[in-house]
């Protein structure tokens, strides 16, 4: 994980003990779910292995917004950012590894 932040920007020892410290591994099998509508969502995925779809139930029909793979980033900002409950679903179309961090983290991230 150290690696992937390292090709965005250079990660000090103590940036790295702290994303270490904080995040949290996660394990989905295929078909599960990482999140539903109705939930707040208070974190974000770093998606590491596997793929995941985000959809939308609407009108009887779901409505895919996004397809997250390997080291794409994985929320519901409005949901993140306001509290509010998400109308979207997120299922893991393979077996899905992530990296969860918590919002209090994310928000408090140093600068670089």
């Known amino acids: 994980m150290i690696s992937y932040f ?22 989905f099998p295929k078909q599960g779910s990482v999140f539903e509508a109705g939930q707040r969502i208070d974190r974000m995925w770093l998606v590491t292995q596997g793929l995941v779809r985000v959809y939308e139930l609407r009108d009887g029909s779901d409505q895919t917004y996004y397809f997250g793979a390997e080291w794409s980033w994985l929320t519901d900002f409005s949901s993140y950012l306001t509290g509010e409950p998400t109308a979207f679903s997120c299922d893991c179309l393979e077996p899905t590894q992530a990296v969860l961090f918590p919002k209090w983290f994310v928000t408090t991230f140093p600068s670089v």
């Open 6 to 27: 390292e090709t965005h920007f250079p990660v000090s020892d103590e940036l790295g003990r702290d994303l270490h410290r904080v995040s949290q591994p996660c394990a």
